[in-house]
């Protein structure tokens, strides 16, 4: 070898040999492109997880979305009943009441979906931010390998290399180190590509949420102004029914009398119902001969059993009737026309169309069948130490002693009209009142 040639091979190793001291690091730098890569598998986990969830509440609530619109729905049909009977009544305010309840509470379910939605947009971009940072890091550590490459690209400077490793070993380290010199720049050339494609994702996913949130902004303030127009209707019937607050005073004086009838009644059935199989007496003999006699509450297993499969199906016991609206709600109530005037439920009033079948909301035994003016026909059903009462029946189907089923037919509801068809249903746990809303099935 000439000595000029010499000269060359010794450049080029000492600059294959400064190669090698840049190429480990850019090789340390790899351990940087693997954390990148974490991070950025760490991310797409944590956005499918947070998608995922995200997507289960917008499923919940698109679910309560629907059952709204179909309530709103039908109490829209039960208002266009009352209007043809072409006399203004309490009913048709209870049922703009309840359908203006309706629409408050969709406009709210909108807020969610709003908000979520904007939870969700501001995820996205922050991902979207992570990701861009993520990319220009390895594009600059990418193009920084593809120089020093360029520099580096003789085939005579990587034999060369090998050719000057101390032995055998080093130069099978060498010949190792090239290769995976070579796949990490292929792997890091291939996470670019990912990258990208990730980030355009997201860039769609972000335009997609501002685009449905949008729409919701638009159907919400056409429930808003929908909720608005409601309200001045119902202004209007109160306004009219308010000439008549002789009448309606009379009316819920009367109401009340029978309502407190009726609940004596329920209480009185309860307590005899109850008394002979809550107590036990044990009669125990003293020292001194005399006998002490003690009184305590038991319950029989039968009774045991169904109390508890009654109590275990609280929130999932279907409704009286097949179709209806809850118009009046358990508790004290402000009275819709009358100021200062409230009103107080034991139970919950549900309309229906008419000739609706009444059904057992759960298997038991009917107790009583009682008469009530105001209340009409009502049904006493024993759930263990539950019961569960239904009256303004027209007609009944069942007696007394008469053991039931779920969801089986025990009467008809009976039509008002004015007030149109209503089911009063109550819910008692032997001698206390329970909130009826909480034991029935959401819709």
């Known amino acids: 070898m000439s000595k000029r040639n010499m000269n060359n091979s010794v450049a080029h190793l ?20 693997q954390r990148f890569l974490k991070g950025i598998l760490f991310t797409f986990l944590l956005l499918l997880s947070s998608h995922f969830s995200f997507s289960q509440t917008k499923e919940e609530l698109q679910k309560k979305k629907d059952g709204l619109l179909k309530e709103i729905e039908s109490m829209q049909k039960e208002l266009d009943k009352t209007k043809k009977s072409k006399t203004t009544s309490l009913s048709e305010v209870k049922a703009l009441q309840k359908k203006i309840s309706s629409r408050e509470k969709l406009i709210s379910n909108y807020n969610s979906q709003i908000g979520q939605l ?33 520099k580096h690209r ?25 290769r995976r010199y070579a796949s990490f720049r292929r792997s890091q050339a291939d996470e670019i590509v990912v990258t990208k494609t990730s980030l355009t994702g997201k860039v769609k996913v972000l335009n997609t949420q501002k685009s449905d949130k949008k729409e919701l902004l638009t159907e919400q303030q056409k ?6 127009k409601e309200k001045a209707d119902k202004d209007k019937v109160v306004k009219t029914l308010s000439k008549q607050e002789t009448k309606l005073k009379t009316d819920l004086a009367t109401k009340k009398k029978e309502q407190e009838k009726l609940n004596k009644k329920i209480q009185d059935i309860i307590k005899k119902e109850i008394a002979p199989n809550n107590t036990k007496t044990t009669t125990v003999t003293n020292k001194d001969g005399t006998k002490t006699t003690t009184t305590s509450v038991t319950k029989t297993p039968e009774s045991i059993a169904l109390s508890n499969s009654f109590a275990s199906n609280m929130g999932k016991l279907p409704w009286p009737v097949a179709e209806g609206n809850i118009i009046e709600s358990f508790g004290t109530h402000p009275h819709p026309v009358l100021k200062n005037v409230t009103t107080k439920n034991n139970g919950c009033d549900i309309n229906t169309n008419s000739g609706a079948t009444v059904r057992a909301v759960f298997k038991g035994t009917v107790v009583s069948v009682l008469q009530n003016p105001g209340y009409h026909t009502a049904v006493i059903i024993r759930h263990g130490e539950y019961f569960s009462v239904y009256s303004n029946l027209s ?19 009976y039509t008002d009209a004015e007030e149109g068809t209503m089911v009063h249903l109550e819910i008692w746990k032997n001698t206390t009142l329970l909130d009826p809303e909480n034991w029935l099935m959401s819709k």
């Not at 840049?22 to 790899?30: E, H």
């Open 154 to 178: 003789s085939s005579y400077s990587r034999l060369l290399f090998v050719l000057s490793a101390s032995s055998f070993n080093d130069a099978v380290r060498r010949i190792l180190y090239l």
């Open 14 to 33: 000492n600059t294959y040999t400064g190669f090698l001291s840049l190429s480990v690091g850019m090789l340390t730098k790899k351990n940087l492109g």
């Open 395 to 413: 007609s009944v189907s069942v007696k007394a002693n008469d053991n039931v089923d779920t969801k089986q037919s025990i009467g008809k509801a």
């Open 118 to 150: 904007d939870n969700q947009i501001s995820e996205t971009k922050s991902n979207i931010r992570t990701l861009d940072n993520n990319l220009s890091q390895l594009k600059k550590n990418y193009a920084m390998m593809v120089r020093n490459a360029y």
């Open 223 to 228: 429930e808003k102004d929908k909720l608005a």
